[in-house]
């Protein structure tokens, strides 16, 4: 048993932030927001369900679906509109959708947390599947501090996975947090976002090489069988970093957080769709998704494209 991608789609809030904008009040630059994270400007507004929403319709209608062709919905978020119940009720409820629905929280890698779990519940009696990554981090973070400001936005991204008789098309998978990290990357209940960067940089690069070593081994494969590596959209430095070690170079590799900032579960999803809809993944090709976050949580996922 196992699932295919049939459809994709995404929502990004329509107010746009630029650096411009951010230093015209806190103590930072264009260029130092350019130079230091690749980011030019982000999208803030939404709630995580409006975006889920929104997202989901689109991946919906690309391939002629309703809410009610639905099974189940798997949402990413860390930025659940309410502690209860589930933001994915509510989306739920908006698309009209049967079946099973339910929040994960594995910060910025949780949309391939997401998606191992759909594919892991999709059978005969549970075909179709819609997996949404989506944040709000402009209501966690602090708009005061220069060094989280400038990174952190809103977004979202939804696929629709299908059942099929065989082996699907996610070739393998790695999940993995290591708790002892939480102090470096947390926001407590009231609270905003508080990071030491530069540790998470260091330990985002490492988890990330890591992680893609082992779904890439685990897989029988290499780095040179991908097509498009879709990393989480943090900072570009990161992900050069990381794509200089695995040997993937970056015109095989998705970027979206110069027009988005972190969207955190909304990241790969929104970097998966803008390959997809610029016609940069072909049927066949391997897709190699990855994410690092707060936790520290990491994922990594290889996808054959295509049905
Ligand atoms: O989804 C996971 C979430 N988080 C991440 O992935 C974040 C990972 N970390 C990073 O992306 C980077 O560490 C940052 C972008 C956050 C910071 O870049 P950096 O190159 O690691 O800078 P730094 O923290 O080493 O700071 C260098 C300098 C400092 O000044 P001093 O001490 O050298 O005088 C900072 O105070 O840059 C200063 N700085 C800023 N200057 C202008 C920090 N933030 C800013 C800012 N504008 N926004």
Excluded at 100 to 119: E, K, P, S, T
Excluded at 239 to 249: D, K, T
Aim: charged share 20%; glycine share 12%.
């Amino acid at each position: 048993m196992g699932s295919v991608l049939v459809s994709w789609g995404t929502a990004l809030p329509e107010k746009v932030v630029t650096n411009h904008d951010l230093a015209s009040y806190l103590d930072t630059s264009d260029q130092w927001v350019t130079e230091r994270t690749g980011i030019r400007e982000r999208r803030i507004g939404g709630s995580t369900a409006s975006l889920s929403v929104e997202a989901s319709q689109r991946a919906l209608e690309r391939v002629g679906l309703a809410g009610s062709d639905i099974d189940l919905i798997v949402l990413s978020t860390t930025t659940a509109d309410q502690m209860v119940p589930g933001t994915s009720a509510d989306v739920s409820a908006q698309l009209g959708t049967r079946g099973g629905a339910m929040d994960i929280n594995a910060a910025c890698a949780g949309f391939v947390y997401a998606l191992v779990v759909a594919n892991g519940m999709l059978g005969p009696n549970t075909p179709r599947a819609l997996v949404i990554g989506a944040d709000t981090l402009s209501r966690i973070t602090d708009w005061d501090d220069r060094s989280t400001a400038v990174l952190f936005a809103d977004g979202a991204g939804a696929v629709v996975l299908e059942y099929r008789e065989g082996p699907g098309n996610l070739l393998g998978w790695d999940l993995g947090v290591d708790g002892s990290a939480r102090r470096f990357l947390y926001c407590d209940h009231g609270s905003t976002l508080k990071m030491e960067g530069r540790e998470v940089f260091r330990k985002a690069v490492r988890a990330v090489v890591d992680s893609c070593e082992k779904v890439l081994s685990s897989a029988g494969l290499k780095a040179s069988d991908i097509a498009l590596c879709v990393p989480h959209q943090a900072n570009i430095r990161i992900i050069e970093a990381a794509n200089e070690r695995l040997g993937i170079p970056m015109e095989r590799t998705a970027v979206v957080l110069d027009r988005t900032g972190n969207t955190s579960s909304g990241s790969v999803p929104l970097a998966l769709a803008d390959a997809a809809d610029a016609g940069r993944i072909n049927e066949g090709d391997l897709v190699l998704m990855c994410g690092f976050g707060a936790g520290m949580t990491w994922s990594s996922a290889i996808l054959r494209w295509g049905s």
